[in-house]
């Protein structure tokens, strides 16, 4: 099948999505991403309080 992996500078691991771009991700692909954005919003936030 098809996957994208995506990764992010501040992101120390990479998330992988099934299916091509424009495809609807699986809840748990969503959830993932989202506990991914929610973990790089609060390294930019601890950084910035540094």
Known sequence: GSHTNW???L????ITVSGKDG????????KNVQ???????????NDEQT
């Open 7 to 9: 990764i992010h500078p």
């Open 11 to 14: 992101y120390a691991g990479k």
């Open 23 to 30: 495809n609807d991700a699986k809840p748990y692909q969503e």
């Open 35 to 45: 506990k991914a954005i929610d973990e790089v919003e609060g390294n930019i936030n």
